[in-house]
């Protein structure tokens, strides 16, 4: 799962990339401002042409614009709701968490960075990240269903309008349909599949 480190020190990136790369994780992309995050996930057009990202370590203080900012404007995209954020804070940066939950992340990580507290939080987010994406994939195809379902109900409801049927023996006429509710029918549902039959005004021609 991929993994963006931005922190505008030298050190700690390299600090993340090696703990995480000798625990496994490969797919790691390191930058050095929120600027370059920025870049990288596309914020200009939404995240339309961003790179896939499934966790963000963000440090809290960057010279261009701080973690905070940086949170707040990636979770106002609907691109990255679900992508977990993880602040990097240094012991004395206590009155900076509560801004950044409230902008958005979800967890942080005390510097300097211990490699078991890190592999820990950073698990736990991306577990947090799959079960999101699994429920949001679940919710998608219930929504599907219910929308075909409903469909269908339309449009059995429609062909049992068509349909003129006797009040009392239930035989229904389809002699007696009306062609232009029929026509009406087709024009609405061009992906409905009739069964053919050569009537008797064109078994002759």
Request: charged share 30%; aromatic share 4%.
């Amino acid at each position: 799962m991929a993994i963006l480190i931005v922190d505008d020190s030298p050190d700690e990136r390299l600090l993340l990339h090696h703990l995480l790369k000798s625990s496994g994780y490969r797919d790691l992309i390191t930058v050095s401002s929120a600027r370059d995050a920025f870049t990288h996930l596309d914020l200009d057009h939404r995240g339309a042409n961003g790179i896939a990202i499934d966790l963000i370590l963000m440090d809290i203080k960057m010279p261009d614009m701080d973690g905070v900012e940086a949170c707040r404007r990636i979770k106002a995209l609907d691109a990255f709701v679900g992508v977990p954020i993880i602040i990097v804070t240094a012991r004395n940066q206590r009155d900076w968490l509560q801004s950044a939950f409230d902008a958005g992340a979800t967890d942080y990580i005390r510097k300097p960075v211990e490699q078991v507290e890190l592999l820990a939080r950073v698990k736990s987010a991306l577990k947090l990240r799959q079960e999101t994406e699994a429920r949001r994939n679940w919710e998608q195809e219930v929504t599907k269903t219910i929308t075909d379902l409903d469909r269908t109900v339309r449009n059995i409801v429609a062909l049992q309008q068509l349909i003129p049927v006797c009040p009392s023996c239930r035989t229904s006429h389809p002699a007696h349909m009306s062609e232009a509710a029929l026509n009406e029918y087709v024009r609405a549902h061009p992906e409905t599949k009739f069964r053919d039959l050569i009537c008797s005004k064109c078994v002759g021609r």
